[in-house]
């Protein structure tokens, strides 16, 4: 596949819909640095091609905005959401899974503790690793995310989360 150079007066319908076209004829991983070995047979989900269709997008506004380039381009229309829905725990599932944690032993709490503040804070792996006892506000109520994948934040901390982790 040859590499072209292409301006941004030169973006137009057609450029993108090829673009959009090649997408989904690209597998999973290909072409990637690291993860090439990975590279499975099954084509790039509908989801990426939406999100590099909005960046394509975002992009050409950027330049129409900031660049002073008169560009007149109808976007093609982008493949159907793939993505799944999220169906949340029923709180007989939580109930059977917190069971699970002995909550006389220090492990057992602690546990406890990091299931919790991913299912009833939203916690991200990360964020519960690099979470820090000046993070949490009793007298508030709170969780303080400084570790974000995109910002800080401030968390309510559910009633059995902050017994939890008073005892932790």
């Known amino acids: 596949k040859s590499k072209e150079v292409v301006y941004v007066n030169q973006i137009d ?4 819909s090829g673009y959009i076209m090649e997408l989904r004829s690209r597998y999973r991983f290909e072409g990637h640095p ?11 989900k509908n989801t990426s091609i939406r ?22 381009v109808k976007f093609p229309k982008m493949p159907r959401d793939d993505s799944q829905q ?12 917190d069971e699970l944690f002995n ?7 602690r546990n406890y ?13 990360r964020e519960v690793v690099a979470l820090r ?12 995310v400084n570790y974000s994948k995109s ?5 309510l901390m559910a009633s059995c989360l902050q017994y939890a982790l008073r005892d932790y």
Do not use: W
Request: hydrophobic fraction near 45%.
């Open 86 to 97: 999220v169906v949340p725990l029923y709180q007989f599932e939580v109930d059977k899974i």
């Open 51 to 72: 999100a590099y269709g909005r960046a394509v997008k975002a992009f050409v506004n950027f330049c129409k905005e900031n660049c002073d380039l008169d560009i007149q």
């Open 113 to 125: 503790c990091i299931f919790h503040l991913m299912l009833d804070a939203g916690f991200r792996c």
């Open 133 to 144: 006892i000046s993070d949490i506000l009793f007298d508030k109520n709170c969780l303080v």
């Open 34 to 44: 690291v993860l090439e070995a990975a590279t499975t047979h099954r084509p790039l």
């Open 13 to 16: 319908t057609l450029l993108l």
């Open 151 to 155: 910002r800080s934040r401030v968390v």
């Open 103 to 109: 909550d006389h032993t220090e492990y057992g709490i």
